[in-house]
């Protein structure tokens, strides 16, 4: 129910669409509704970084990959300590897909 009230009135019982919010953003975008972020950070706290760091961590594992660097030039260039580097290596070995399942024996009996 959307309710007439003069401008002095409180409105407490309009719709969303005609309720006045303040799209003040944060630190990623000036504003809400132009925020590149698939996820707005407010809405789950730890997540943004989160996803920060696995991006850093991802960026970390390529340098290493593809440029041979030691550890100590890796957190030269990323600006964090060895043990983050470490830390960042360790969270990019993957698991192989058949880990946890049984293996199978001669004649396929596990």
């Known amino acids: ?5 003069k401008r002095r009135d409180l409105l407490l019982d309009t719709v969303p669409e005609l309720y006045p919010y303040k799209d003040d ?5 000036s504003s809400c509704l ?10 789950e706290p730890g997540w943004l970084p989160r996803w920060l760091r696995q991006g850093r961590d991802g960026l ?10 030691t550890v100590p030039e890796l957190a030269q260039r ?5 043990r983050t580097v470490f830390r960042a290596l360790a969270r990019g070995r993957a698991t192989p897909p058949h880990a946890g399942r049984l293996r199978m024996g001669a004649g396929g009996v596990g």
Request: glycine content about 2%.
């Open 1 to 5: 129910m959307v309710t007439v009230r």
């Open 25 to 29: 953003g944060c630190e990623v975008s």
């Open 34 to 43: 132009r925020c590149p972020l698939p996820r707005c950070k407010y809405d």
């Open 60 to 69: 970390i594992r390529q340098a290493r990959e593809r440029e041979r660097l």
């Open 78 to 82: 990323f600006q964090v300590s060895q």
